[in-house]
């Protein structure tokens, strides 16, 4: 579960009887969203900013995708998606019928991920300049 008061990542073990924080490696506690692989449910993608204004304010704009696997450490992922700076926080999915596959949507676009978060590529969707002042408000995969 993601804290959107800035609290960080919250995760259950057990169906909610206990919570933890496991935040180790997260420089951003305000989180935004967090997509589990289907296939892989230790294998986890998240966004985060330092707090509302660098997620959601296009002039202030500043954040990150994360990503986890195993238990381990949080780390920033930076492979093929835009710059920190300018970057409203991105909606994340992953894909229900793909193992290991994500997408995220933000203000530069729509990502793809294959590699359960390490590295994305921009899809050749079109995205309109008005977009780019816009945080998304989710992403939908359909599967065919």
Do not use: K
Request: glycine share 10%.
């Amino acid at each position: 579960v993601c804290s959107a008061a800035g609290d960080g990542f919250f995760m259950s073990g057990d169906a909610g009887a206990t919570w933890a924080t496991p935040d180790a490696g997260l420089r951003h506690h305000y989180c935004w969203a967090v997509a589990a692989d289907p296939a892989d449910p230790e294998a986890l993608v998240l966004s985060a900013a330092s707090g509302p204004r660098t997620a959601h304010d296009a002039p202030s704009a500043a954040s990150v995708v994360y990503r986890r696997s195993a238990g381990g450490d949080w780390q920033p992922v930076t492979a093929g998606l835009p710059p920190e700076r300018g970057t409203l926080a991105s909606s994340l999915v992953a894909s229900p019928s793909e193992p290991h596959v994500f997408y995220a949507a933000n203000n530069h676009g729509v990502y793809q991920s294959d590699d359960a978060g390490a590295s994305w590529q921009r899809l050749d969707i079109p995205w309109p300049e008005r977009a780019q002042l816009q945080r998304p408000e989710g992403v939908v995969v359909a599967a065919l």
